[in-house]
């Protein structure tokens, strides 16, 4: 399995699990979650250097996960202080913003999985 795929797993299951915690503290209002991680998302996605965008992106699961009863770890190339490269940089920030995207707002299809 190649890096940016385990990557897309792991931000996919981040996004579940963050979603779910966020909306256990707020039942009835996950609308109101999907816009709080769609703009954590949308901000994610500004950022320009694989630092900031490692830092926000440890920043955000931080601060939803210290409240929440739920487990997150972090793969190792996010936490690792070795700098990316540029290429690097493309390709994991696209394969944590999908898996983000994705346990955010894509709809269940039959068979319990997602399109």
């Not at 998302?41 to 926000?56: A, D, G, N, Q, V």
């Not at 955000?60 to 070795?82: A, D, F, H, W, Y």
């Amino acid at each position: 399995m190649s890096g940016e795929s385990t990557l897309y797993d792991w931000a996919f299951r981040a996004g579940k699990t963050m979603y779910e915690c966020l909306s256990s503290k707020a039942p009835g209002r996950e609308e109101s979650v999907r816009n709080q991680l769609r703009n954590f998302i949308l901000s994610l996605r500004s950022e320009l250097t694989p630092e900031r965008f490692r830092r926000s992106l440890v920043n955000q699961i931080v601060s939803v996960m210290t409240e929440c009863s739920g487990n997150l770890s972090l793969p190792r190339v996010v936490k690792e202080e070795r700098p990316w490269t540029v290429n690097e940089f493309y390709r994991y920030s696209t394969a944590i913003l999908s898996g983000l995207y994705e346990a955010v707002f894509s709809k269940p299809v039959e068979g319990g999985k997602n399109a």
